[in-house]
């Protein structure tokens, strides 16, 4: 299965998902990541479902609504070590860091990094 590299709403809303322990609605991503807003939420979840990277997990209560709840597909490491695969994984770091906002993936990647080349040195 190829994996497409998501656009930078994609990798908000999943950046989301990933970091979350629990099934989220799109409310719950809304309280997340207020900076979005609720259209570009719903859209991007109907593209995710679309591509596979998240699907319906169950359903809840938002106020007096009945709401979907989502969950990722695959996980960030292994979405990440797909794209690596399969494109190229200097060009996919590349791309990936100057595409993502997010401070505890960019974090993670820097000491992934410096765990790596501690282990070639030693």
Do not use: C
Request: glycine share 4%; aromatic share 8%.
């Amino acid at each position: 299965m190829e994996v497409e590299l998501l656009t930078k709403k994609e990798q908000e809303v999943m950046d989301v998902l990933w970091n979350s322990t629990e099934e989220m609605s799109t409310n719950d991503i809304k309280i997340t990541a207020p900076e979005l807003n609720n259209y570009t939420i719903q859209q991007v979840i109907k593209k995710l479902l679309k591509k596979g990277f998240i699907k319906v997990s169950g359903f809840g209560y938002t106020k007096n609504a009945l709401t979907r709840k989502y969950i990722p597909t695959l996980s960030q490491a292994d979405y990440l070590q797909k794209l690596v695969n399969e494109k190229g994984s200097l060009q996919f770091v590349t791309n990936y860091i100057k595409s993502s906002d997010d401070l505890d993936t960019l974090a993670s990647l820097e000491k992934m990094i410096k765990e790596k080349l501690k282990e070639i040195e030693d």
